[in-house]
């Protein structure tokens, strides 16, 4: 009966963690860093979509404070971080708000 060395033993927990790693970690990085740059980039009337699902445009930047007009003569104010992405032309036609 052959004994296998220490060393044999740790590599299938290797390559576990390392498709982990390229399966999991390393995409959610990526997202988070792609998430990082857009709300970097976000501008005065810019169409965004929140977190809380609400579509708005925005009118004023203050830091880390945005306020939106969620409709005519509405706005609220919220975090920064509460945008999930910037609508193009073609979601913007999707939007409830828009007519």
């Known amino acids: 009966m052959q004994q296998t060395s220490p060393v044999m033993n740790l590599v299938p927990l290797i390559a576990i963690f390392a498709i982990f790693y390229f399966l999991l970690i390393r995409p959610q990085q990526k997202q988070a860093k792609e998430h990082e740059k857009m709300l970097g980039a976000l501008q005065k009337g810019n169409r965004v979509l929140t977190s809380g699902g609400l579509?708005?445009?925005i009118t004023a930047i203050q830091g880390q404070k945005l306020e939106i007009e969620i409709a005519k003569s509405i706005r609220v104010t919220m975090a920064r971080s509460?945008?999930?992405r910037v609508l193009n032309e073609n979601e913007e036609n999707l939007s409830?708000?828009?007519s």
């Open 96 to 98: 409830p708000t828009s």
């Open 55 to 57: 579509y708005g445009t």
């Open 82 to 84: 509460a945008v999930t």
